[in-house]
């Protein structure tokens, strides 16, 4: 089983007291003590000194610890905060593991050590003294002492994937005291994430020739590593109590760790599936999808997959961990920049696989999607990659719940991206006329253009389909008074360009007929300018967590083959979004 470690960085041994308790009653199995910023290895080891003082309570708070323990007392060379000398932190160590046994400090009486002590690997590889004193201090194959207290062996780059690491690993492993080794280093890409994995389930697999092992990616790329773990199954995943006391960049809080991805339900055979985009840090759609799992019991975790601007990186992630036969990937959402770049990707991988990779025919359409479904062998290997396009269908699906029909309506879209892209393509497909309206006319006319040469190609649409998505003027609108309209710009999207903006303003909807529908794509705020203006007015609306509903249930029917559980969905997004609106 993997633990669940909270790490507690303090400056007062009575405040890691109470955290500790904290983190017990969380969920966690072991607190890490770190000790860094408060033991600061000087004022000399006399009784009266600072640092022996230091180390008594230091010794005392592992005793009442209400969690086993980690005790760590981290250099600043590795992240940490100690800048004292080595000697007195060795020291530190081998006091703490001797507590075992009855060599109790002299005051307070604990004769309890700490379950393991963290001693990085550049440390104890410093000199001979130093890792006589480490192993005096923990439980190996030759301690002559009843000592209980295991060493991890510790390896940390801040910066980068360290180009030694392989060899850091065997030399931990060749360390007759280690008991336990871990690796962290700072993520390039989500792809770093897969190394790590991989050395996990080498550990694993090794029947005990290798040692269990702790492999973390720091960063923004790094959570695949930690909700992952059990799946590979690492010793322990570290989650703070709170985002303001990690210990290291890109930890979860144990809330959101133990909650939201249901750490405790991932296993080996657990599938993946993950929002592909940039930014996704704050999207909805973990917390839907991971509730739906749960709802219909399967098992599967969701999790937010943060890939940069840009073809070329989209596509080596996508394939990297689409390809690999351990992860299980069976799904994505693809949303801003990398819509149009899930097409292109397919084609271009049909033409060289064949059959392997498909597309929808709302994909084809638009140039655009926003799903991934693969279907797997039973060796773990892609035999199937569908590309589809639930934009469309969750907007179509809103439209007509709304009481309107898009057969023969005039629609006007507004926007020219991924989304507006879809949403012009399904309402041709379903016999609106639709009018596009862009910022920048070229965009506009481009996208006209590019729906053309789609379904000129598409012997079952047709060309006709041409004639029936156009570019508009704004100059124009008023003759058009068109009945539906999408709003599919960042305009009023809370942290985007313009969050008071409005694609739209009062003498524009004006100008609308009396029973017009206005869908709002962006669903941060749940109120944006627009849909104020449209309520004015009088005008049927339909806000951006609806859709985001709709399109969310379409890509869950589809990596599920079950319905989704609709209302579930609804109520998580909108109480998300009250929670926005709440505030910390």
């Avoid at 604990?110 to 379950?115: E, L, T």
């Avoid at 973990?286 to 596509?315: Q, R, S, T, W």
């Avoid at 669903?523 to 007015?537: F, G, I, S």
């Amino acid at each position: 089983m993997t633990l669940v470690c909270v790490p507690i960085l303090f400056d007062d041994p009575e405040s890691a007291a109470r955290e500790a308790i904290e983190a017990r009653d969380a969920g966690a199995d072991l607190v890490e003590l770190r000790v860094d910023r408060y033991f600061s290895g000087r004022g000399g080891d006399e009784p009266q000194g600072e640092c022996h003082q230091q180390a008594e309570r230091i010794a005392q708070l592992v005793a009442r610890c209400p969690l086993p323990c980690i005790v760590t007392c981290r250099p600043v060379l590795e992240g940490g905060h100690y800048d004292g000398p080595d000697d007195a932190r060795i020291a530190l160590m081998e006091r703490l593991g001797a507590s075992a046994g009855g060599v109790a400090p002299a005051h307070g009486g604990a004769g309890r050590a700490p379950s393991y002590i963290d001693v990085e690997l550049a440390t104890f590889l410093r000199s001979e003294n130093v890792r006589q004193k480490v192993r005096l201090a923990v439980d190996h194959p030759g301690q002559v002492r009843a000592v209980t207290t295991g060493l991890i062996l510790s390896s940390h780059d801040f910066h980068e994937r360290p180009p030694d690491l392989l060899r850091r690993l065997e030399a931990m492993n060749r360390e007759p005291a280690t008991r336990v080794m871990k690796v962290a280093f700072r993520a390039r890409s989500l792809r770093d994430n897969l190394e790590l994995l991989d050395l996990l389930a080498q550990s694993r697999g090794a029947g005990g020739a290798i040692k269990p092992l702790i492999a973390l990616a720091m960063g923004p790329y790094g959570l695949m590593s930690r909700v992952l773990a059990p799946k590979f199954g690492a010793f322990l995943t570290f989650a703070s109590l709170r985002r303001d006391s990690a210990t290291a960049p890109g930890q979860p809080i144990i809330g959101e760790l133990l909650n939201l991805y249901r750490f405790g339900a991932i296993g080996s055979a657990t599938r993946v599936y993950g929002v592909v985009g940039w930014p996704v840090e704050h999207s909805l759609s973990p917390a839907v999808h991971n509730a739906g799992f749960e709802a219909i019991g399967h098992d599967g975790v969701y999790l937010p997959m943060p890939v940069a601007p840009g073809y070329e990186p989209f596509k080596a992630t996508v394939l990297e961990l689409a390809e690999h036969v351990h992860l299980d990937l069976s799904g994505l959402s693809v949303t801003i920049p990398h819509k149009e770049h899930l097409a292109r990707l397919a084609h271009q991988q049909r033409t060289g696989w064949g059959d392997r990779w498909s597309l929808d025919r709302l994909t084809e359409l638009c140039g655009a999607g926003n799903t991934l479904v693969i279907r797997r062998d039973p060796k773990g290997r892609p035999k199937g990659l569908a590309v589809h396009n639930t934009d469309g269908a969750g907007l179509v699906g809103v439209v007509r719940g709304a009481g309107v029909e898009p057969a023969g309506a005039e629609a006007l879209v507004l926007g020219a991206g991924g989304m507006a892209r879809a949403a012009a393509a399904a309402l041709a497909l379903e016999g609106a006329r639709v009018w596009v309206l862009n910022r920048t006319p070229e965009r506009a006319e481009a996208l006209c253009a590019d729906i053309a040469r789609a379904a000129a190609a598409l012997p079952e649409i047709g060309s006709a389909i041409a004639q029936r998505v156009l570019p508009i003027g704004r100059h124009e609108l008023a003759a058009r008074a068109p009945g539906i309209v999408v709003q599919c710009t960042p305009l009023g999207m809370a942290g985007g360009p313009d969050p008071g903006g409005s694609p739209l303003g009062a003498p524009e909807l004006a100008g609308l007929p009396d029973r017009a529908l206005v869908v709002e794509t962006v669903y941060r705020p749940a109120r944006t300018p627009l849909l104020d203006l449209a309520r004015q007015r009088g005008l049927r609306t339909v806000d951006g967590s609806a859709l985001f509903v709709a399109q969310a249930a379409e890509q869950f029917r589809l990596w599920t083959d079950r319905a989704a559980p609709s209302r579930l969905f609804d109520r998580v997004v909108r109480e998300s979004l009250d929670a926005d609106v709440a505030g910390p």
